[in-house]
């Protein structure tokens, strides 16, 4: 029934592949570090149920309720990403559900996320997602707040911290390079703080425009959608 689609996403998955390994072999780096995550807002229930089957393990989703939805409808041979704006009234539903909430962008959610976590006794995994262009108004903790925020919340029960988040605005290279430049810098020198129990693992950065970009500045996850699905309505 899904055949047909199956392919196009086969196809497309087939050339994101092709880019992801010539990124990695231009950056020396092994493909092994980098892991795809298939953004699928916006993307239809049923057209996800093959994803596995097509060697596609991780999927991103932004809305909370949307998530839930596809989760009873998939089984669980998908890990699941939240990668959008989260209310705190969501958060609860959350817990337990997902491998990473990728979009820590203000304490009250923090918090909230330690609280809820600390009440079904897990541990929740989270990114730090941070605003790499302080002069524009973005979502995320700006730059020069990272390391106190850091500070704060990794004090916190039932979070743990294991990277960073970016997103960079549209444009050309020159824009976007600098911009994963120095969430990779942020990385480099939160490491050096030593902040017990802090290991930045991750960065979370990159999209179907500027992954390769991100690749080659040192991303581990890239959330990769439009390249895979197509055009999103909305
Ligand atoms: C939608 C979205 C993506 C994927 O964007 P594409 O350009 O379709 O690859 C990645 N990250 C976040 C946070 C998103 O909201």
Request: hydrophobic share 40%; aromatic share 4%; with cysteine.
């Amino acid at each position: 029934m899904h055949l047909n689609g199956m392919k196009v996403i086969q196809d497309a998955l087939a050339a994101v592949s092709q880019r992801i390994r010539t990124a990695c072999q231009r950056a020396g780096r092994s493909e092994q570090d980098v892991s795809l995550i298939a953004v699928t807002k916006g993307v239809a229930g049923q057209r996800m149920v093959d994803l596995p089957a097509l060697g596609i393990s991780r999927v991103g989703e932004s809305r909370v309720q949307e998530l839930l939805a596809k989760q009873k409808l998939l089984d669980a041979a998908l890990e699941w990403h939240f990668i959008g704006k989260l209310q705190t009234n969501k958060v609860r539903s959350l817990i337990n559900r997902v491998q990473l909430i990728h979009s820590l962008d203000r304490s009250e959610l923090a918090h909230e996320i330690s609280i809820r976590s600390v009440e079904a006794n897990a541990t929740t995994s989270v990114l730090l997602q941070i605003n790499c262009l302080e002069a524009e108004e973005r979502n995320g903790i700006p730059f020069g707040d990272a390391l106190r925020f850091l500070e704060q919340t990794s004090k916190l029960p039932g979070i743990r911290i294991t990277g960073l988040m970016t997103i960079a605005p549209q444009g050309d290279e020159a824009i976007v390079r600098p911009v994963f430049r120095r969430l990779y810098e942020l990385r480099n020198k939160i490491d050096e703080e030593k902040l017990p129990g802090v290991k930045l693992e991750h960065l979370s950065m990159g999209m179907s425009e500027d992954f390769e970009i991100a690749i080659e500045e040192g991303a581990t996850l890239i959330r990769v959608g439009s390249a895979l699905f197509g055009p999103r309505s909305r």
